[in-house]
T-cell receptor, first 117, second 109 residues
Framework: GAVVSQHPSRVICKSGTSVKIECRSL??????MFWYRQFPKKSLMLMAT?????????EQGVEKDKFLINHASLTLSTLTVTSAHPEDSSFYIC?????????????FGEGSWLTVV | GQNIDQPTEMTATEGAIVQINCTYQ??????LFWYQQHAGEAPTFLSY??LDGLEEKGRFSSFLSRSKGYSYLLLKELQMKDSASYLC??????????WGAGTKLIIKP
């Protein structure tokens, strides 16, 4: 079964509103989680790295004030898309690093489809 | 339940051809992705199949049979840099992405 779970799996929101996506590690404590955006027929684009208890590290070109990331606990990171616009419609995927074993195993969530109308 | 199966590890020789299979049982189907991932890096998109058949892109090709719940990724003229994990992922009827565990491909000289 899934070891990283995202919620909601699909969400439709109106322009100008905010929407929150949750990413949970189910079987391990993840000190580091990653947020990606999937553009059609393109690679996953890393948006930010979320570290528990500290501010997220954003990739170049990603608006920090628009994509708010909070990693409040070792099993939960949230991505809030603020003042959403239709161009924010996309597939958002999170992943979490399992510090156990070799510390290099990353598990992906099921993704969240966001449609802004 | 939903399930994606792909081999855990494969070994091939530089210059050869390798086929990585992926079988899936999911509630509905809205497409299948193949990604390449080098250790410590974000996955790189390779292909997206939603209709049956073969799609070719240079050295990489991807095949889909929806009736059989089966896909494969074909890599030709293997290069050492092709050593990586290859992830198969299916979008189900709820638009959830179901990930395979990945196939670690080892290329030997």
């Amino acid at each position: 079964g899934a070891v990283v779970s995202q919620h909601p799996s699909r969400v439709i929101c109106k322009s100008g509103t905010s929407v929150k996506i949750e990413c949970r590690s189910l079987d391990f404590q993840a000190t580091t989680m990653f947020w990606y955006r999937q553009f059609p027929k393109k690679s996953l684009m890393l948006m930010a790295t979320s570290n528990e208890g500290s501010k997220a590290t954003y990739e170049q070109g990603v608006e920090k004030d628009k994509f708010l990331i909070n990693h409040a606990s070792l099993t939960l990171s949230t991505l809030t898309v603020t003042s959403a616009h239709p161009e924010d419609s996309s597939f958002y995927i999170c992943s979490a690093r399992d510090p156990g074993l070799d510390g290099n195993t990353i598990y992906f969530g099921e993704g969240s489809w966001l449609t802004v109308v | 339940g939903q399930n994606i199966d792909q081999p855990t590890e494969m070994t091939a020789t530089e210059g050869a051809i390798v086929q990585i299979n992926c079988t899936y049982q999911t509630s509905g189907f809205n497409g299948l992705f193949w990604y390449q991932q080098h250790a410590g890096e974000a996955p790189t998109f390779l292909s997206y199949n939603v209709l049956d058949g073969l799609e070719e892109k240079g050295r990489f090709s991807s095949f889909l049979s929806r009736s059989k719940g089966y896909s494969y990724l074909l890599l030709k003229e293997l290069q050492m840099k092709d050593s990586a994990s290859y992830l198969c992922a299916v979008v189900d009827s709820n638009y959830q992405l179901i990930w395979g565990a990945g196939t670690k491909l080892i290329i030997k000289p």
